[in-house]
């Protein structure tokens, strides 16, 4: 899926960069490389359920499908990834062909896309709010400290 | 039947509490508040602010122990529900997942499973316990079900749901496109409360109205009520009372116009509680007596409200502060509130809501309408084909608030007669003023004459006036001439003898005046009369020398004294 027109124009904010760290590290993911896979498929899960309350399904999947096209610019190991398609299987073959700590990348820059995609509609401020009621952040200073390691090992 | 006994009592039937709309106006309306509770169901066609109604009751309602929750079947869908409604300053996204929850079952009513919906409603109420519920659009579900049996499927969903939201002491509003003649609809003898928007489209202008078809357990204000959609929300504009029930006292005390010897031809003032009309040509200067009048009442201590729809404030203001009235200051003060009121698709259920709010806020005693043509212009079309009997009812409004209205009015220049016909305004008003020009001596001059003043005596002679940056001077009487509605009068001296053998004109009026007022000083008379202070004083002199009038520690009256002596 290409993405929308208004992605290239949109660079991605760094509050939205920070929000999707403090939900992925809330789902554990920062910690638990070795589990990135099942992780992103729970919070997938989550997201699908908070938001689908909030906008339906279908309008998720849409919004989901965009997200995954605009992130996949940045992070290419989200190419196996569709919003049809969000299981465990799917993602542990992202991890086995491109490692846990690019999936953890990816999963951060998907939802940083998510919200980003989602506030051109609605604004980042609830964007980044429904997003975030997925789940109870953890402290910033902490997870943005555990996604730069998780950045430093994507690079090494 | 139940016996006389045990029927409730006042005392003891249970009190019905009532939510606080958080929309402006509605309360009043619905007769206090929507109980809490009830059933509502909120409908009209596309356009007519049913949504935003409900989100801003939603809004005013919600708390994190009960919050709100909005359910959208099939109307506006979510993302485009919150792109648009967090414009209106009523919401909140701060309260959004706390307060107030959104809830999408647009799959499930797209595959037209009312037991679906209805089960996922239950559960999501079951899990946030919320106090009020917004089902939006409820009208929609039975259209995918086809038309057969649509409606029966419809009223058993909405009996049903309504069973479980009361079961769970939740206040809910279901929202439906429905026009006003499918009123009957079985659908609407389940909801406690109906609220009916609409919008009036005439030429380019759009009206939107709501009216509360029924509240149960409330005294609801009968009839069409404006509503105004911006970006606060909505604002309900109350239909102004055919009759008003504010028992004021009036005409317990006159008011002075402000314009000496204007008050002695009116017999001492206008009467307060009084609504007076000014009618004349355009130049005839309306505007300066109105600013006369508010201008005399600042002085006297009493704050005033003019509601203005020609002229811009500060155009307004700059011409009063060339006549010196004062009124800068005192809008600076809090005194004096201008209302500018031009939007050109007005209610005059609006206007009166912000004058009489004006009122209240600043304790006005004194309200100018200035003009009512401006006003008529400044009105919706659809609301001017009724614009009498809506001004009837502003009017009444206002002076039931015992106030007292000087509204001007511009009439046709060329009329002949007493230049009242051209709004028909006479029975609206307590008291009529008529100015007009006419021609003396080859010079266009200007007139005014008192035409009516209910239940009061009052001088009917035409007087010439003058209008200037002083002011206005009155000056003296046609009385010796005719055809002075004509424009062109004639002169006809007087052979029937005066009202006052052996005195002159100027020597009646103060005569007249202080027979009307009682005892006072030469100053007041002078401000009574209009006379210069100098001419009070020579015409007391005389006065006094020929029994008229008698001088008491400064203070002068009238002497009673027959024609005949």
Redesign the interface.
């Known amino acids: 899926m290409t993405p929308g027109p208004s992605a290239a124009l949109t660079p991605r904010s760094g509050a939205a960069i920070e929000a999707a760290r403090r939900l992925w590290a809330r789902a554990g993911g920062a910690a638990a490389t070795d589990a990135a896979a099942p992780l992103a498929a729970a919070l997938c899960a989550q997201l699908t359920t908070a938001l689908?309350?909030?906008?339906?399904?279908?309008?998720f999947v849409a919004l989901f499908d965009q997200a995954i096209g605009e992130a996949r610019e940045e992070h290419p190991a989200l190419e196996l990834v569709t919003a049809a398609d969000c299981n465990t299987s799917c993602f542990q073959a992202v991890a086995d062909a491109h490692g846990a700590a690019r999936l953890a990348a990816g999963m951060v820059g998907l939802i940083a896309a998510l919200i980003d995609v989602?506030g051109r509609?609605?604004?980042e401020?609830?964007a980044m709010?429904?997003v975030e009621?997925t789940g109870i952040p953890s402290s910033p200073r902490v997870v943005s400290a555990e996604m730069e390691a998780g950045s430093d090992a994507q690079q090494a | 039947m139940p016996s006389k006994r045990n029927r409730p009592t006042a005392s003891s039937r249970m009190p019905l509490h009532l939510l606080d709309t958080g929309v402006p106006g509605l309360n009043e309306v619905v007769g206090g508040g929507v109980p809490s509770l009830s059933f509502n169901l909120i409908a009209g066609g596309p356009g007519a602010g049913k949504t935003t109604l409900a989100m801003q009751i939603l809004f005013a309602n919600a708390t994190r122990e009960r919050p709100g929750l909005f359910i959208?079947l099939l109307g506006e869908?979510?993302?485009k529900m919150?792109?648009y409604q967090?414009q209106f300053d009523f919401f909140d996204?701060?309260r959004?997942?706390t307060d107030v929850h959104?809830?999408?079952?647009?799959?499930a009513a797209l595959e037209g499973d009312l037991d679906g919906v209805l089960a996922q409603i239950i559960a999501?109420v079951d899990r946030l316990h919320p106090g009020i519920v917004v089902v939006d659009s409820f009208r929609s579900l039975v259209r995918l079900n086809g038309p057969a049996g649509a409606d029966n499927k419809l009223e058993y969903f909405v009996q049903r749901l309504a069973l479980h939201l009361t079961t769970w002491e939740v206040t809910s509003f279901l929202i439906g496109e429905y026009q006003t003649e499918e009123l009957r609809n079985p659908v609407f003898t389940v909801a406690d409360g109906i609220l009916w928007l609409m919008q009036a489209v005439d030429r380019n202008s759009v009206v939107r109205k709501l009216q509360v078809v029924k509240m149960r357990g409330m005294a609801l204000m009968p009839g069409m009520h404006t509503l105004r959609l911006d970006g606060a929300g909505i604002q309900v504009f109350p239909r102004i009372p055919e009759h008003p029930t504010d028992a004021v006292q009036r005409g317990h005390r006159r008011l002075s116009t402000g314009i000496p010897g204007l008050d002695a031809m009116m017999g001492g003032g206008i009467p307060s509680g009084d609504s007076l009309v000014l009618a004349g040509p355009t130049g005839t200067g309306k505007t300066t007596f109105a600013m006369k009048f508010v201008a005399a009442g600042l002085h006297e201590g009493e704050a005033s409200v003019i509601a203005i729809f020609e002229e811009r404030p500060d155009v307004y203001l700059e011409r009063a502060r060339i006549l010196e009235a004062g009124l800068t200051e005192a809008v600076t003060a809090g005194r004096l509130r201008i209302i500018y009121l031009r939007p050109l698709d007005l209610s005059v259920d609006e206007a009166l809501n912000e004058i009489r709010t004006a009122v209240r806020e600043l304790g006005a005693t004194r309200v100018v309408l200035d003009s009512i043509s401006g006003f008529e212009m400044a009105l919706a079309p659809t609301f001017r084909e009724d614009f009498r009997e809506s001004l009837y009812r502003l009017i009444g409004a206002l002076t039931g608030l015992g106030v007292t209205m000087f509204s001007t009015v511009e009439v046709e220049a060329g009329d002949t007669g007493l230049l009242l016909t051209g709004y028909k305004v006479s029975f609206l008003t307590d008291d009529i003023i008529s100015q007009r020009y006419v021609e003396i001596e080859g010079v266009l001059q200007k007139a005014l004459v008192v035409v009516k003043m209910r239940g009061s005596d009052h001088n009917r002679e035409f007087r010439l006036y003058d209008v200037s940056s002083a002011g206005v001077r009155l000056r003296e009487s046609l009385r010796d001439f005719d055809g002075i509605t004509t424009g062109m009068p004639t002169r006809q001296p007087r052979i029937s003898p005066p009202a006052h053998p052996g005195l002159t004109w100027e020597e009646s009026m103060v005569l007249e005046t202080m027979v009307r007022g009682g005892a006072m000083s030469p100053v007041e008379l002078a401000g009574l009369t209009g006379l210069a202070p100098a001419q009070v004083t020579l015409t007391l002199a005389r006065l006094q020398e020929l029994g008229y009038s008698s001088n008491h520690s400064g203070d002068v009256k009238a002497e009673a004294r027959s024609r005949d002596d």
Do not use: K, M, P, Y
């Not at chain 1, 689908?52 to 309008?59: A, P």
């Open positions: 689908g309350r909030w906008i339906g399904h279908v309008g989602l509609i609605i604004g401020d609830i709010r429904l009621q | 959208t869908t979510s993302l919150l792109r967090q996204a701060g959004l997942g959104f809830l999408n079952l647009s799959e999501e």
